[in-house]
């Protein structure tokens, strides 16, 4: 737990020399982990004033977190909630794949997931002749119980992204009778485990600003769309509310809308003014006028390169966590696999 959500505790006395270095962690430390991570974090509580939490820290169960994660981000696409016993997260061949993947996580000391529950066409959202929305497959939520159940096991927190683009199906966004709609529709989602310190966040849309860069969709409907789920998993759960934004550049659509904390991704792809390797979230703060913590949400940090490097930076720059992609590269196009042993390292 305290690996990935990393806590204040208390100072550890460090003895160094010119051929090792030493760490005495007193008795009360609180870390479930190995004195190695209570070292990391006393120096987070050397350099942050106690009067406040650190900018690069979500809240949590009556504590400040720094969020280590990683991506799945789905193991059947579009089935892996609702599809049951033929593919969803309760069948028994997912539910034993998803075992040895978060027993991986957990003995790299990551605690965190980000999951993908209605990606494509979200059909798991029943609908009339119109399309309006009307409720929600109860297949669903066996699914959800399954994939809670094991959070249990492994010591996992969830990210849930409801969905995997603002398009599909855009009368969803883009009539207002059926975007409200679907808020309440949601809203039975969220209320059903709204008491579940297991769900971390439900994230609105994965990347929307793409939709809305390559005129597909217009940025006003989208937003509404955001500030309406937001206020209806505020109404129904303790759980927090993001968005997955593509890159730092599309952060200044989502402000003012009832998000919770804010979240980018980065790609090595992504330079100039979307490179968060280049900067910190000060510097994005004040850019943007940011009114809440930053989580870098996706970035490669397989084998390939220095991926422990890549960890301690998020956290260096004062990030509020930082979640690799993926767990389960095989099931995903690009293949992008994470180095667990840097995690653990880490």
Request: charged residues 15%.
């Amino acid at each position: 737990f305290s690996s990935v959500f990393c806590s204040t505790p208390v100072l550890a006395d460090i003895n160094l020399n010119a051929a090792s270095f030493s760490v005495v962690i007193p008795s009360n430390c609180d870390c479930f982990a190995s004195a190695s991570i209570c070292f990391r974090l006393s120096l987070v509580s050397r350099a942050t004033p106690a009067a406040a939490p650190a900018p690069g820290r979500i809240p949590w169960q009556g504590q400040d977190w720094y969020l280590l994660g990683a991506n799945l981000p789905w193991y059947n696409w579009g089935c892996d909630f609702g599809c049951g016993p033929n593919g969803g997260a309760s069948s028994p061949t997912v539910r034993a794949a998803l075992d040895s993947g978060f027993s991986r996580l957990e003995a790299s000391g990551i605690h965190l997931a980000r999951w993908w529950v209605f990606p494509g066409n979200p059909w798991q959202i029943t609908r009339d002749a119109s399309g309006l929305p009307t409720g929600i497959n109860p297949a669903v939520y066996d699914d959800f119980d399954a994939a809670l159940e094991l959070a249990e096991q492994y010591d996992l927190y969830y990210v849930f992204t409801l969905f995997s683009s603002p398009g599909a199906p855009g009368a969803w966004v883009t009539d207002p009778a059926q975007r409200a709609k679907l808020a309440e529709v949601l809203g039975q989602l969220f209320a059903r485990y709204g008491d579940n310190p297991r769900i971390l966040t439900w994230q609105v849309f994965n990347e929307p600003e793409w939709a809305i860069w390559n005129g597909k969709i217009e940025k006003e409907p989208v937003q509404a769309t955001v500030k309406e789920i937001a206020a209806a998993v505020h109404a129904n759960s303790n759980a927090y509310v993001s968005v997955g934004s593509a890159k730092l550049a599309g952060l200044p659509m989502w402000i003012g809308l009832g998000l919770d904390y804010y979240t980018a991704h980065w790609y090595d792809s992504m330079t100039g003014g979307s490179c968060a390797l280049c900067t910190d979230y000060a510097e994005v703060r004040d850019r943007f006028n940011l009114d809440a913590p930053l989580v870098i949400g996706e970035f490669f940090a397989g084998s390939s390169i220095d991926a422990l490097q890549r960890f301690e930076d998020r956290y260096a720059k004062g990030y509020a966590g930082a979640w690799a992609w993926s767990l389960f590269p095989n099931r995903t196009n690009d293949r992008m696999s994470i180095g667990l042993s840097a995690a653990s390292t880490f």
